[in-house]
């Protein structure tokens, strides 16, 4: 535990966010705490509909559930198969596949 009166600090980052803090302090005139709730209602509104973005964006899935059963039972009966490894340059047929360089023809 801290003693009474041992020194308390706590450093701000460079953020809107640790800026709220001073909303309504006498240091600041009434423009001044109006101006940081506004930047941080725009920051919050930003965030929100960043999320919003990616939620509908990226949570979707890009292939229809068949072909993706289908990749998958291909990935796991031949792609990872040791008869279809190549001993030469030590790889899967996935990672053939998958690479950019012309192992696949």
Not at 22 to 43: H, R, V, W
Not at 44 to 73: K, Y
Not at 86 to 100: H, K
Request: hydrophobic content about 45%.
């Amino acid at each position: 535990f801290l003693a009474v009166d041992s020194p308390q600090e706590c450093h701000l980052g460079e953020s809107i966010w640790d800026a709220a803090l001073f909303i309504g302090c006498p240091q600041l005139c009434a423009s001044e705490s109006m101006l940081l709730a506004l930047l941080i209602s725009l920051t919050f509104f930003c965030q929100m509909i960043f999320l919003g973005i990616t939620f509908f964006v990226f949570t979707e899935p890009q292939l229809p559930s068949e072909l993706l059963n289908r990749l998958e039972a291909w990935r796991l009966s031949f792609g990872h198969n040791i008869k279809y490894y190549d001993s030469n340059t030590f790889t899967s047929l996935v990672e053939r596949v998958c690479s950019p360089d012309d192992y696949v023809a």
